[in-house]
């Protein structure tokens, strides 16, 4: 089955989120996704797979598949473990060059520029860069 394009989630979750009245239960949402995550590997939690930038504990790993790119991450806060719940659903499994091609639209159309802390704002873009170098380091090899 074909993966759909990150516009396609992109737009698929923003649908979600204008499901909730406010951002309590936004919140919420966000933590329940990031108790959806995989597990992830405790040997993987090591210290070249940490975000910096983070002010949470945040470890990724990526998998090059051909010209796509699976990652998995998981952290030590509920709120971004959901945010990177949300990151892996738009970009995991994605052939680099769209990741690289694309701008994370959904962060304003969610309201997550307005609504995130500015601790929890600067770990997210830690996240993104962390992806789109992987896809950059992808499309280069």
Avoid at 6 to 31: K, S
Avoid at 46 to 65: A, M
Wanted: net charge neutral.
């Amino acid at each position: 089955m074909e993966t759909p394009s990150i516009a396609a989630a992109e737009r698929e979750l923003v649908e979600e989120f204008a499901l909730f009245d406010n951002w309590v239960d936004r919140y919420q949402y966000i933590i329940d996704l990031g108790r959806q995550l995989p597990p992830f590997p405790d040997a993987e939690k090591i210290e070249e797979r940490k975000i910096r930038g983070c002010q949470s504990q945040v470890w990724l790993v990526t998998k090059v598949r051909g010209d796509r790119l699976d990652f998995q991450a998981v952290s030590d806060s509920a709120i971004v473990s959901g945010l990177i719940a949300i990151l892996m659903r738009i970009y995991s499994g994605r052939p680099a060059r769209e990741i690289l091609a694309s701008q994370p639209a959904f962060i304003k159309a969610i309201g997550l520029d307005q609504h995130l802390s500015p601790t929890r704002s600067n770990g997210l873009y830690a996240m993104l860069g962390a992806i789109r170098n992987a896809a950059a380091a992808c499309v280069a090899a």
